[in-house]
């Protein structure tokens, strides 16, 4: 049933109410006759007629986008003025109509009319204002929800679509120089590369792929590292069988990985380790990634920190978290811990509970 089959419904059916009880009033007092069933029946038409025009004005001139100090001073003089129409109009009718009730028409008789009427238009008045609040308060949720999924939907493509932009001008260049030295290392380097592509373009489109997806994406990804740095680069993965279905975001584990060849391999002349730790526990996945470095500072502006946090947050919410430590001296440890068997929908108190850490440690 919508919201206009309801207002009329409402309207019939008060009005109806409102009068028959009248007719009942005037009938024990008076009488009955068929002039006040007649009266009573034209009153219904008037008092819907006047109030609906009222609503009338009220949609024309946007009084409900009013604050209530402006509002409530229209609404009680909206109310006054129909309270003397209707007085006036009842007049003329009960002049036909009930003609033993011209004896009360007098100067204190039209004000007391004016006052009983007023009372009755006033709870019209005020219900339709609450019905109109609360149909709007709840009209506002939904669109703030909705606003917010969609906030997040748009969060979530720009955070899944970040490539390093300098890898990428590394990776060419690097390759480059194998055509001549190694052209099949070369060519085996560029499918490594498509594949990387291909995989962050993918991204894109997908919320979550599996640990087994992904660690692929970073194999790739480390291969092509190892051109560039050679010996100084020393990886190695620790993977249990039973994380690889974990659902994972994608390109979030190369983020990390990506994050420790920069602070942990390039840095050090005499390069460094990274390895990549995946076990199953009482239901939760844990990935380790360690590189050989110093965390000695805390930068919030660490993108690809702040990336994992805040994706995490967004698809996981409050089951899934996420940090960075030095772990012994000279080996830096970052750690996401996710449900093993997640719900990716998470509920809107999880999100809330879930506000992205101030994850940008850096090393």
Known sequence: ??????????????????????????SYRFGYSDGLLINAAITIVLGISVTHAYRLVIKRLSWLDLPLSQL?????????????????LSILLDYYTVPDIRKYFSLEGIVFFIINWGKHLLLWSVIYHLFQYFERSKKNEVEKVRLTSSVRDFEAKILRSQLNPHFM??????????????????QISVTRLSNLLRNSLLADRRKTVTLEEELKTVQDYLALEKIRYEDRLSARMNIQPEALPVQVPPMMVQTLVENAVKHG??????????????????????????????????????????????????????????????????????????PAHPSLEPTRKEIKKSKPKPAGLQQ
């Open 72 to 88: 409530v001073p229209r609404i009680a003089a909206s109310v006054l003025l129909m309270a003397i129409v209707m007085v006036m």
């Open 1 to 26: 049933m919508n919201r206009i089959t309801i207002y009329w419904i409402c309207q019939i059916a008060g009005w109806t109410a409102y009068c028959l009880n009248d007719l009942g009033i005037y």
């Open 169 to 186: 001008f590394n990776s060419l260049n690097s390759i480059r120089a194998l055509i001549l030295e190694n052209p099949e290392k070369a």
């Open 265 to 338: 391999i390039s840095k050090p002349l005499k390069g460094g380790f990274i390895t990549v730790d995946a076990e199953i526990k009482d239901d939760k996945a844990y990935i380790s990634i360690r590189n050989t470095g110093v965390l000695h500072q805390i930068n919030s502006d660490g993108f690809g920190l702040v990336n994992t946090t805040q994706r995490l947050a967004l698809i996981f919410g409050s089951q899934a978290n996420f940090e960075i430590k030095q772990e012994a001296e000279e080996v830096v440890c970052a750690q996401v811990i996710l």
